[in-house]
């Protein structure tokens, strides 16, 4: 069983900055891809940015300029820097995980979510 776990979440004003982590642990044989998606009560859980092993990353283009996905693949860890916060991204952002417990034997985790509230 892999474990998920965000933190980092708050409030902030618009224009202001967050950094968000999530650790993964448990039975782990590797991990290929580490990301963020959010959601609100008016809209779907959305990609955020997401990031593999590798170091590939891509983002949601409402989010580009703006944040930065980063990646401890020793540490099981994923960091989302979040500049320049607008009302808009206020939403409850969830770490999702990707990758085997074993050979041949995949998994996929979430976290419980954390909340981002940009508001002046």
């Known amino acids: 069983q892999v474990q998920v776990v965000e933190s980092g979440g708050g409030l902030v004003q618009p224009g202001g900055s967050l950094r968000l982590s999530c650790a993964a642990s448990?039975?782990?044989?590797?991990?290929?891809?580490m990301g963020w998606y959010r959601q609100t009560p008016e809209r779907q859980r959305e990609l955020v940015a997401r990031i593999t092993s590798g170091g590939s990353t891509n983002y949601a283009d409402s989010v580009k300029g703006r944040f930065t996905i980063s990646r401890d693949n020793a540490k099981n860890t994923v960091y989302l820097q979040m500049n320049s916060l607008k009302p808009e991204d206020t939403a409850v952002y969830y770490c999702?995980?990707?990758?085997?417990?074993?050979?041949?034997?995949?998994?996929?985790?979430w976290g419980q979510g954390t909340q981002v509230t940009v508001s002046s």
């Open positions: 999702n995980a990707d990758g085997e417990v074993a050979a041949y034997r995949p998994f996929i985790s």
């Open positions: 448990g039975s782990i044989f590797s991990i290929n891809t």
